[in-house]
Nanobody, 115 residues
Framework: QVQLVESGGGLVQPGGSLRLSCAAS????????MGWYRQAPGKQRELVAD???????NYAESVKGRFTISRVNGKNTVTLQMNSLKPEDTAVYYC?????????WGQGTQVTVSS
């Protein structure tokens, strides 16, 4: 089994920054993609950003230029640096790992952007 542990969520004012981290552990044989999704109340879960083992990054249009995804391969850890946060970024953020045909999700961490 694979476990994903997220950290770094919280309450921040508009314009502020947060850094999310996701550490994967367990029986990880192959990782293709790690990434972050988010789900706001009443909305569907959506991709925020992901990164392949080869380092290719993909961002949602709404976060381009503000968020940066990074991966520490040796530690199976992915981080999401979130700058210039807006109230519409408020959501539960989930870490996802895809590898060897399997999909794994973290429990989620709440990010609230409010004054």
């Amino acid at each position: 089994q694979v476990q994903l542990v997220e950290s770094g969520g919280g309450l921040v004012q508009p314009g502020g920054s947060l850094r999310l981290s996701c550490a994967a552990s367990g029986s990880i044989f192959r990782i293709n993609v790690m990434g972050w999704y988010r789900q706001a109340p009443g909305k569907q879960r959506e991709l925020v950003a992901d990164i392949t083992t080869g380092g290719m990054k993909n961002y949602a249009e709404s976060v381009k230029g503000r968020f940066t995804i990074s991966r520490v391969n040796g530690k199976n850890t992915v981080t999401l640096q979130m700058n210039s946060l807006k109230p519409e970024d408020t959501a539960v953020y989930y870490c996802r790992l895809e590898g060897a045909g399997n999909d794994y999700w973290g429990q989620g961490t709440q990010v609230t952007v409010s004054s």
